[in-house]
């Protein structure tokens, strides 16, 4: 069975820190371009940062560029994101995403082929 799984999402206080995970079970993430994702309470799934096959190519969007930090360890199949600086407007699910296309619009959430469950990330004092 084909699956994403996140983890190490939680509760941080503005400025924290904090590094979710996105571990692939039933296929080896080598072979897939990594896509994180958000969604907030009433706002649509929003891309926050992608990462290619080989991790040479990297995306952020505006809102997290300088505090979040996309990277890939294909030999434990697992891809990270780690957030610093933490805002409460980075609140929301966060989900993984891959995708098998070689080419293809890292930000555009259509294009991925598999999605993890998310995990929640809350940034409040």
């Known amino acids: 069975q084909l699956q994403l799984v996140e983890s190490g999402g939680g509760l941080v206080q503005p400025g924290g820190s904090l590094r979710l995970s996105c571990a692939a079970s039933?296929?080896?993430?080598?072979?897939?371009?990594i896509g994180w994702f958000r969604q907030a309470p009433g706002k649509e799934r929003e891309a926050v940062s992608c990462i290619g096959r080989n991790g040479a190519t990297t995306y952020y969007a505006d809102s997290v560029k300088g505090r979040f930090t996309i990277s890939r360890d294909n030999a434990q199949n697992t891809v990270y994101l780690q957030m610093t600086s933490l805002k409460p407007e980075d609140t929301a699910v966060y989900y993984c995403?891959?995708?098998?296309?070689?080419?293809?619009?890292?930000?555009?959430?259509?294009?991925?082929?598999?999605w993890g469950q998310g995990t929640q990330v809350t940034v409040s004092s």
């Open positions: 039933g296929f080896t993430l080598d072979s897939y371009g």
């Open positions: 995403a891959a995708v098998s296309r070689l080419y293809y619009v890292c930000s555009d959430p259509r294009q991925y082929n598999y």
